[in-house]
Nanobody, 117 residues
Framework: QVQLVESGGGLVQAGGSLRLSCAAS????????MGWFRQAPGKEREFVAD????????RYKDSVKGRFTISRDNAKNTVYLQMNSLKPEDTAVYYC??????????WGQGTQVTVSS
């Protein structure tokens, strides 16, 4: 497993942008696929985006396609989520996760994103 620490959350007006970062510890970061999930109050945690170990094949939740971009820098052990054109329904705690197999088995503590209307 790797240890993950998210940052970059905050309060933004609708239409604004934020960039989330997730710093990973350990020397094997490049071996992990990385993902972003979110959980809104009263709702289950949901997938937002993920990216392969090499930085290719990004996938997105339909509702964020064209607005969010996931990327990674393996030299910095960091994965990013650039969020543009934010909407109030994007309000949630955002979590970074890592997996080597099929299960997401390493999680960060989360960072709050609040989008005001």
């Amino acid at each position: 497993q790797v240890q993950l620490v998210e940052s970059g959350g905050g309060l933004v007006q609708a239409g604004g942008s934020l960039r989330l970062s997730c710093a990973a510890s350990g020397r094997t970061f490049s071996a992990y696929a990385m993902g972003w999930f979110r959980q809104a109050p009263g709702k289950e945690r949901e997938f937002v985006a993920d990216i392969s170990w090499s930085g290719g094949s990004p996938r997105y939740k339909d509702s964020v396609k064209g607005r969010f971009t996931i990327s990674r820098d393996n030299a910095k052990n960091t994965v990013y989520l650039q969020m543009n054109s934010l909407k109030p329904e994007d309000t949630a705690v955002y979590y970074c996760a890592a997996r080597r197999g099929t299960l997401w088995d390493s999680w960060g503590q989360g960072t709050q994103v609040t989008v005001s209307s």
